[in-house]
Nanobody, 126 residues
Framework: QVHLVESGGGLVQAGNSLRLSCVAS????????MAWVRQAPGKDREFVAA????????NYADSMQGRCTISRDMATNTMYLQIHKLKPEDTAVYYC???????????????????WGQGTQVTVTA
């Protein structure tokens, strides 16, 4: 069993940056890939970005390419997502997720991750 705990969400003005964090309770096969998925009100969940074990590979949604950076600190089992130039349409609950699988671009749509955090709300004001 893996527990994922997100932090760093909040209210942000458009154009600013934000860094989300996620701490995993363990380093196991199920956290080979750690990723972020977001869900905006009234919309389906959307893959944002993923990072493989050791940070050796990353995968970004087309909509986020060039506007966010995913990273990982293996020593502390912590993953980060830095989002730049935030837009109101980035408003969503951001979930930290993990899986033993890895896929190169594009990440499969509707992929079912193994573990989920409780989510952290990001609200971007115009």
């Amino acid at each position: 069993q893996v527990h994922l705990v997100e932090s760093g969400g909040g209210l942000v003005q458009a154009g600013n940056s934000l860094r989300l964090s996620c701490v995993a309770s363990a380093d196991t096969a199920s956290t080979y890939t750690m990723a972020w998925v977001r869900q905006a009100p009234g919309k389906d969940r959307e893959f944002v970005a993923a990072i493989a074990y050791g940070g050796r590979s990353t995968n970004y949604a087309d909509s986020m390419q060039g506007r966010c950076t995913i990273s990982r600190d293996m020593a502390t089992n912590t993953m980060y997502l830095q989002i730049h130039k935030l837009k109101p349409e980035d408003t969503a609950v951001y979930y930290c997720v993990s899986t033993a699988s890895w896929y190169f671009d594009p990440w499969p749509a509707k992929f079912e991750f193994d573990y989920w955090g409780q989510g952290t709300q990001v609200t971007v004001t115009a």
